[in-house]
């Protein structure tokens, strides 16, 4: 019994000693607590998400990719058109002498005169020449110098002296230009189209007639233009006057171009009356002894740019120291074409006749630039 009981009480206080290492210990938690605690809050906090309501959020917009468009087709557009315009063409502007289907008698000797206006691209120069090139010749010469330079767009007098033939009929001779390098053009689209003259020739004697074979210039108004007197309202005018003078003025304006904006080549006059309403300018020239057959030429006109222009050009004479008397008028506003005129004054013929060019204002006389081109008395 002795013996056991000391080892009873050893067990008792082992036993005490080890439940005493299991108690635990204040302020110190142990490992295990600390991770079960955070897992603890770990599985709370996703059941507190959990369990929260959820907001609703716009859906996510999905940009459609694009895709590519294609421009819708369209109609080609042509090539613009190239208009071809040759160095070296003419265009026919009027028959100055000869109509078409004039009669003449056998034998009948005449100037056949053509007005051209150069329409390519490149000056005529002076020796550039009238050709002829198919039908009747006419007695014509084989080619007639030009003698001028005529710029692109200018307007010129080509003539050439030719003979009806002897027996009655119709005849026509073409005719075209020739340039400095021996190559001939005329007129169209593409300068080749001949020019002609045509004539009736009517059945009679076959003697020559006493014509002249060509139009003689008697007396050239802008060659002698100071030898006129020229007056306006302010009194007599200088000669040459100065361009844009107000009592008026007379100036030598050779190659002008009109209203229709085409260049004239040769000489001509400019005259402009006083610078008030209706104003006149007039220029009296020497007397000339008229003859039979005699005729007064010239083209008239509005200089290019003088858009107001609005006047009345005369043509007026003194027989023998008479009184003032008139040829004819002919009123000229810048819309208009310029006039050809020809007016036959062989009725004053065995008369001196003093001949007077007149213009006249048709209200404000501004931008009233009245060009007489080519002024002349012929036979």
Aim: aromatic fraction near 8%; hydrophobic fraction near 40%; charge should be neutral.
């Amino acid at each position: 019994m002795r013996q056991i009981r000391p080892l009873i009480l050893l067990a008792i206080a082992f036993s005490i000693l080890l439940s005493a290492c299991n108690l635990p210990r204040a302020g110190r938690a142990t490992p295990t607590d600390s991770v079960m605690t955070i897992a603890a809050k770990t599985v709370s906090a996703q059941f507190t998400a959990l369990a929260s309501p959820v907001t609703s959020t716009a859906p996510a917009t999905i940009t459609p990719i694009p895709t590519a468009t294609r421009a819708p087709a369209t109609a080609t557009q042509p090539p613009p058109t190239v208009v071809y315009i040759p160095c070296d063409r003419a265009a026919f502007v009027a028959d100055v002498t000869i109509p078409d289907g004039t009669i003449v008698t056998p034998n009948q000797s005449f100037t056949k005169t053509w007005r051209l206006q150069n329409n390519g691209t490149c000056t005529w120069g002076p020796s550039y020449a009238l050709v002829f090139d198919s039908g009747e010749v006419m007695g014509g010469p084989a080619s007639v110098p030009l003698n001028v330079s005529v710029a692109p767009g200018g307007v010129v007098d080509v003539s050439v002296n030719l003979k009806a033939p002897a027996t009655a009929g119709k005849y026509r001779g073409y005719w075209k230009l020739r340039n400095s390098a021996g190559a001939t053009f005329g007129i169209g689209a593409n300068a080749a189209t001949a020019f002609w003259v045509e004539v009736n020739v009517a059945a009679g004697s076959a003697t020559p007639t006493a014509t002249s074979p060509a139009p003689l210039v008697i007396y050239d108004f802008a060659n002698n233009y100071c030898a006129a007197q020229w007056v306006s309202g302010a009194g007599t005018l200088p000669c040459p006057g100065s361009d844009g003078d107000a009592n008026g003025f007379v100036i030598r304006r050779d190659n002008p171009t009109l209203q229709n904006g085409v260049l004239y080549t040769g000489r001509a006059l400019e005259t402009h009356p006083q610078w008030v309403d209706n104003g006149v300018i007039t220029g009296k020239f020497p007397p000339l002894d008229v003859q039979s057959g005699y005729r007064f030429r010239a083209t008239i006109g509005c200089l290019n740019g003088g858009n107001a222009c609005d006047l009345i050009f005369q043509l007026n004479y003194r027989a023998n120291g008479g009184s003032l008397q008139s040829l004819g008028q002919w009123s000229m506003k810048y819309a208009d074409a310029p006039k050809d005129l020809d007016v036959d004054v062989s009725g004053l013929a065995g008369s001196s006749v003093e001949f007077v060019l007149a213009a006249m204002a048709n209200g404000p006389s501004a931008q009233d630039w009245a060009v007489w081109f080519r002024p002349i008395i012929i036979k």
